[in-house]
């Protein structure tokens, strides 16, 4: 079948649940060398985490609490004096139907709100101390995805200039699946910048709000790194295999 009449998943979908596409390309993207990135995370300065007490008293499910903070924080970042939590609730809703077998709310309640606003407010600040850093630089929101075959284009969290910013609220580290994520992200988009003529993010920026944490990688330190020290040209011929070899078995 053309890979034009399959059903396109876009490249969260891919990396996060067909694993096997990019295992190929990242096999060293092991437990050890996850445990090895995280250990330079680091925090930021005046930011608390959200407390998970908070958390747990929620009804929602927490993907979607916090799908909700990220609505809510680009509500403040294009300078919402009032909150509207319908919006941000229909907004949040749509993002997680495209991912999760989501439990849509009629409404938010006071607690989940609190929690929201918390989180928000952290991305907000972390957004603006990483762009004071970088005079001059604007701050994108839902950076395109480009797609590739079969695979679906996406959008990001945000974008600085050189650097992808990804948001993550999980109680844990950074885990290989969000590495995988990222690692497609960039495939993808240097697929297109060849094409294009385009520029091609240099590195990437993981924010967790919920824990205040974060993880500022170099992509080709992690290309090599995950990969069996490939070239970025020898990478994306491997992706463009898998690509196809997932469509013969379609």
Not at 184 to 192: D, V
Request: hydrophobic share 45%; proline share 5%.
């Amino acid at each position: 079948m053309p890979h034009d009449r399959l059903p396109k998943k876009d490249p969260r979908t891919v990396a996060r649940d067909i694993p096997g596409v990019l295992d190929v390309l990242f096999p060293r993207l092991t437990g050890g060398l996850v445990a090895s990135l995280n250990k330079q995370m680091f925090s930021f300065e005046g930011i608390v985490a959200v407390p998970e007490a908070l958390i747990e008293r929620t009804q929602l499910q927490k993907a979607m609490v916090f799908e909700l903070s990220v609505a809510r924080a680009e509500g403040m970042l294009r300078g919402d004096e009032i909150a509207d939590w319908g919006e941000y609730l229909w907004s949040a809703s749509q993002r997680q139907r495209q991912h999760y077998d989501a439990r849509i709310p009629e409404a938010v309640i006071e607690g989940d709100i609190a929690i929201a606003e918390h989180a928000a407010g952290n991305l907000v600040s972390m957004l603006t101390s990483v762009q004071a850093q970088r005079p001059g630089m604007a701050l994108v929101q839902n950076p395109v995805i480009p797609g590739l075959g079969w695979v679906a284009s996406g959008i990001g969290d945000f974008a600085l200039g050189p650097t992808l910013i990804e948001v993550k609220h999980s109680e844990r580290n950074f885990g290989s699946g969000d590495f995988r994520q990222i690692l497609m992200y960039w495939l993808l988009k240097y697929a297109r910048s060849i094409e294009n003529s385009g520029d091609v993010w240099s590195e990437i920026l993981l924010l967790n709000p919920r824990r205040n944490a974060a993880l500022l990688l170099n992509y080709d330190y992690l290309l090599q790194s995950a990969s069996a020290r490939l070239n970025r040209v020898e990478l994306l011929e491997l992706l463009r295999s898998a690509v196809s070899q997932e469509i013969e078995r379609r």
